[in-house]
């Protein structure tokens, strides 16, 4: 059994972070708006592929930065002649595959909200909340949705091993057609039994079953009672005028 949690944090530091991308990110050229097609460029790079760098593209909002709130006194406006919606869309894009992380919080707090922005705010809330049925049906629905996903190769596939993740870390065992729902993927398909195979889920007779790990094994309480000497002596001397 594996005894760390499946759930960990985004790299500070990611392998394959090039050298160019952190000394801007080490340095005050991080703030150097000339330095924003870059990171820029860095961004796309992930979007082609499973890298993903969470400082990175928090660097690239912070050029962007232009976020007011109902308080007059607390309006920020950096660089707003740089800001790019796809650009931003596609930094959100990327935090989803990243739940059950706070990544896109951290990118939605520096950001204004939009239609686009509202959207994707709205897939977070069902995949935080573990409402993967919605998720797909909402995702589908529309396709603004995968108009603004599409950047993002291998979108699907991420977002399945999110939700994979947080099975393995609450179930030991669960109903294969529940699964499929889960995933969006039929029974049948061989894509399925694929996808769970690859995070060493089996497919046993129609219950996929989970290898027990840190955060799904079933953990005994243990329940500790503290009685002071004194107050021991006060019981059994009362018992003894019984």
Same mark, same amino acid.
């Given at each position: 059994?594996?005894? !760390?949690?499946?759930?960990?944090?985004? %790299?500070?530091?990611?392998?394959?972070?090039?050298?160019?991308?952190?000394?801007?990110?080490?340095?005050?050229?991080?703030?150097?708006? =000339?330095?924003?097609?870059?990171?820029?460029?860095?961004?796309?790079?992930?979007?082609?592929? !499973?890298?993903?760098?969470?400082?990175?593209?928090?660097?690239?909002?912070?050029?962007?930065?232009?976020?007011?709130?109902?308080?007059?006194?607390?309006?920020?406006?950096?660089?707003?002649?740089?800001?790019?919606?796809?650009?931003?869309?596609?930094?959100?894009?990327?935090?989803?595959?990243?739940?059950?992380? %706070?990544?896109?919080?951290?990118?939605?707090?520096?950001?204004?909200?939009?239609?686009?922005?509202?959207?994707?705010?709205?897939?977070?809330?069902?995949? $935080? !909340?573990?409402?993967?049925? !919605?998720?797909?049906?909402?995702? $589908?629905?529309?396709?603004?949705?995968?108009? *603004?996903?599409?950047?993002?190769?291998?979108?699907?596939?991420?977002?399945?091993? @999110?939700?994979?993740?947080?099975?393995?870390?609450?179930?030991?065992?669960?109903?294969?057609?529940?699964?499929?729902?889960?995933?969006? *993927?039929?029974?049948? =398909?061989?894509?399925?039994?694929?996808?769970?195979?690859?995070?060493? *889920?089996?497919?046993?007779?129609?219950?996929?079953? @989970? %290898?027990?790990?840190? =955060?799904?094994?079933?953990?005994?309480?243990?329940?500790?009672?503290?009685?002071?000497?004194?107050? *021991?002596?006060?019981?059994?001397?009362?018992?003894?005028?019984?």
């Amino acid at each position: 059994m594996n005894s !760390e949690s499946l759930l960990k944090p985004s %790299p500070l530091i990611p392998a394959s972070r090039p050298e160019i991308i952190q000394s801007l990110i080490d340095g005050v050229d991080r703030y150097n708006p =000339d330095n924003v097609s870059i990171l820029e460029e860095y961004l796309g790079t992930q979007l082609n592929t !499973e890298d993903y760098d969470l400082m990175a593209n928090l660097a690239i909002l912070k050029l962007f930065i232009n976020r007011t709130s109902s308080n007059s006194n607390n309006r920020y406006q950096f660089n707003p002649h740089l800001v790019n919606e796809q650009v931003i869309n596609n930094i959100l894009v990327k935090s989803l595959t990243a739940i059950p992380n %706070p990544d896109f919080n951290l990118c939605l707090y520096l950001l204004h909200e939009n239609a686009n922005v509202a959207k994707l705010v709205e897939l977070q809330q069902l995949l $935080e !909340e573990c409402k993967y049925q !919605e998720f797909w049906k909402v995702y $589908e629905s529309d396709d603004s949705y995968k108009e *603004l996903t599409s950047d993002a190769i291998g979108f699907e596939d991420a977002i399945r091993k @999110v939700i994979l993740t947080s099975i393995s870390m609450t179930y030991q065992s669960i109903s294969a057609e529940l699964l499929s729902s889960y995933l969006n *993927l039929s029974i049948s =398909d061989e894509e399925f039994d694929s996808v769970i195979q690859s995070r060493n *889920l089996v497919n046993k007779e129609g219950i996929v079953l @989970v %290898p027990t790990n840190y =955060d799904n094994e079933a953990k005994p309480t243990v329940i500790r009672e503290n009685i002071k000497f004194e107050q *021991l002596t006060k019981v059994i001397g009362y018992s003894n005028e019984l």
